[in-house]
């Protein structure tokens, strides 16, 4: 575990550091060259977004489509997106950032990195839960964190999170690594932050054989070759894309609540294309940008736009969970899962 955990500090520095922490003349044909350099700048919009990759690419396609304008995409982890905002933070890049971790976006926020929109359209139709009240980010999108199984090998399908403590599933299950996965850590800041017990349970799954097993693809993956029985903090549309696929798997929330994970859009402070960044959030937030979030299996910010071929968020019982601040708890919660797991 040694070297898990030496993987588990570099990332902590990569997802935190953010929270811790360019003459003109009077020439005529000089001037019009300027004048035609910024009309092509206004025109291209730089985007850094985390996945689903298909989502992204879609969205890129249709607001490119609509608005005529540009989009240089950068997609990535929200780990690696906030690595290279800090490398670029002196010549900044980025108009918009898209990441996968609310808690990471509020970080942003509280290190002066972002601009506020509070004017956005169908802001006011967005869950206030998931964005922030003066319009520095919008949580347009979320997933929902509960036990993928496979159906070929578990018998039942876990009813509780102690359940996975039970002999059946002695060393048939796995969670993604946190020190890899935004939502991993997610969940268990979210989950040990709601359940009094929740410190108590995840050493139960220690006990049991419980492994700690890549990304969420990785972890997910190991449950569709039926490797192990069951992924817990399983991402919700990834499970739910793979069953559409025709995997072997289903995703169960247990009755006493999850984390719901909510995905946030934010505008940098220093970006080039102010206008070209409000209109690519309003277009998330639009009608036509959350129907592209349900084709990913992922849930709206919009509860009144339907999800598809998934439980939609009132059908899933939830933990409630304070995500301002979180980032910076997320050090001691990371230092004390890796104690327990080393």
């Given at each position: 575990?040694?070297?898990?955990?030496?993987?588990?500090?570099?990332?902590?520095?990569?997802?935190?550091?953010?929270?811790?922490?360019g003459?003109?003349?009077?020439?005529?044909?000089?001037?019009?060259?300027?004048?035609?350099?910024?009309?092509?700048?206004?025109?291209?919009?730089?985007?850094?977004?985390?996945?689903?990759?298909?989502?992204?690419?879609n969205?890129?396609?249709?607001?490119?489509?609509?608005?005529?304008?540009?989009?240089?995409?950068?997609?990535?982890?929200?780990?690696?997106?906030?690595?290279?905002?800090?490398?670029?933070?002196t010549?900044?890049?980025?108009d918009?950032?898209?990441?996968?971790?609310?808690?990471?976006?509020?970080?942003?926020?509280?290190?002066?990195?972002?601009?506020?929109?509070?004017?956005?359209?169908?802001?006011d139709?967005?869950?206030?839960?998931w964005?922030d009240?003066?319009?520095?980010?919008?949580?347009?999108?979320?997933?929902a964190?509960?036990?993928?199984?496979?159906?070929?090998?578990?018998k039942t399908?876990?009813?509780?999170w102690?359940?996975?403590?039970?002999?059946?599933?002695?060393?048939?299950?796995?969670?993604?690594?946190?020190?890899l996965?935004?939502?991993?850590?997610?969940?268990?800041?979210?989950?040990t932050?709601?359940?009094?017990?929740?410190?108590?349970?995840?050493?139960?799954?220690?006990?049991?054989?419980?492994?700690?097993?890549?990304?969420n693809?990785?972890?997910?993956?190991?449950?569709?070759?039926?490797?192990?029985?069951?992924?817990?903090?399983?991402?919700?549309?990834?499970?739910?894309?793979?069953?559409?696929d025709?995997?072997?798997?289903e995703?169960?929330?247990?009755?006493?609540?999850?984390?719901?994970?909510?995905?946030?859009?934010?505008?940098?402070?220093?970006?080039?294309?102010?206008?070209?960044?409000?209109?690519?959030?309003?277009?998330?937030?639009?009608?036509?940008?959350?129907?592209?979030?349900?084709?990913?299996?992922?849930?709206?910010?919009?509860?009144?736009?339907?999800?598809?071929?998934?439980?939609?968020?009132?059908?899933?019982?939830?933990?409630?969970?304070?995500?301002?601040?979180?980032?910076?708890?997320?050090?001691?919660?990371?230092?004390k899962?890796n104690?327990?797991f080393?």
């Open positions: 575990m040694k070297k898990r955990s030496l993987k588990m500090i570099a990332t902590v520095g990569t997802l935190l550091t953010l929270a811790l922490a003459c003109g003349n009077n020439d005529t044909a000089a001037n019009d060259g300027e004048t035609s350099a910024q009309s092509k700048e206004n025109k291209t919009l730089t985007v850094y977004s985390a996945g689903p990759d298909g989502l992204a690419a969205v890129q396609q249709a607001f490119e489509e609509k608005t005529g304008m540009k989009v240089e995409m950068f997609q990535g982890t929200t780990g690696k997106i906030l690595s290279r905002l800090e490398a670029e933070k010549n900044p890049v980025a918009v950032v898209v990441l996968a971790s609310v808690a990471s976006m509020d970080g942003m926020k509280e290190a002066d990195q972002l601009q506020s929109y509070k004017d956005a359209e169908n802001a139709k967005i869950n206030s839960d964005s009240a003066e319009g520095y980010y919008y949580g347009y999108s979320a997933s964190l509960g036990v993928a199984y496979n159906t070929k090998n578990a399908a876990p009813i509780e102690s359940d996975l403590a039970k002999a059946e599933w002695k060393d048939k299950i796995n969670i993604p690594d946190p020190s996965s935004g939502s991993a850590v997610d969940f268990i800041y979210g989950y932050e709601a359940e009094k017990t929740g410190w108590d349970i995840i050493q139960s799954w220690k006990t049991n054989g419980l492994q700690v097993n890549g990304a693809k990785e972890a997910l993956d190991s449950v569709i070759t039926g490797d192990k029985d069951a992924t817990i903090s399983g991402v919700d549309y990834m499970a739910y894309k793979a069953k559409a025709g995997e072997p798997v995703i169960v929330y247990p009755k006493s609540g999850t984390v719901v994970s909510p995905r946030a859009v934010g505008i940098m402070k220093d970006a080039k294309n102010v206008d070209g960044a409000q209109a690519y959030v309003n277009f998330l937030l639009s009608d036509e940008g959350q129907k592209l979030v349900t084709d990913a299996y992922l849930l709206p910010g919009n509860k009144e736009i339907p999800v598809k071929d998934r439980a939609a968020l009132d059908e899933i019982p939830q933990l409630t969970v304070n995500w301002k601040g979180a980032e910076t708890k997320q050090i001691d919660i990371l230092t899962f104690e327990i080393q």
